[in-house]
């Protein structure tokens, strides 16, 4: 079982940065391939940006250029730099765990975990 905890959010103006941070718990998986979701009011949760362990970052459009994800595999951490925040970038934030590789083997297990989300509000 994991884990996640997310924090950071807040309310800026447009324009303004935020920096989201999430933390995963136990001590089975070593290394984390993970996502960014968000999810506005009256819309679906959609995909933001997701990162692998071993390289690759995939943006969604309407973020990229804006926000950078990074990792620290070592402190079972996730962050994301928000820059240039726009309203339409409210929305509850949650980190996502797309694939775990466990400390004792190696091997990849396609697991699914959210966290409770954070709240990000951008005004106009």
């Known amino acids: 079982q994991v884990q996640l905890v997310e924090f950071g959010g807040g309310s800026v103006q447009a324009g303004g940065s935020l920096r989201l941070s999430c933390v995963a718990s136990?001590?089975?998986?070593?290394?984390?391939?993970m996502s960014w979701y968000r999810q506005a009011p009256g819309k679906q949760r959609e995909f933001v940006v997701g990162?692998?362990?071993?390289?690759?970052?995939t943006y969604a459009d309407s973020v990229n250029g804006r926000f950078t994800i990074s990792q620290d595999n070592a402190k079972k951490m996730l962050y994301l730099q928000m820059n240039s925040l726009k309203p339409e970038d409210t929305a509850m934030y949650f980190c996502?765990?797309?694939?775990?590789?466990?400390?004792?083997?190696?091997?990849?297990?396609?697991?699914?975990?959210w966290g409770q989300g954070t709240q990000v509000t951008v005004s106009s």
């Open positions: 990162i692998k362990s071993v390289g690759g970052i």
């Open positions: 996502k765990t797309d694939r775990l590789q466990s400390c004792f083997d190696g091997k990849w297990f396609p697991l699914t975990y």
């Open positions: 136990g001590t089975t998986y070593c290394k984390y391939d």
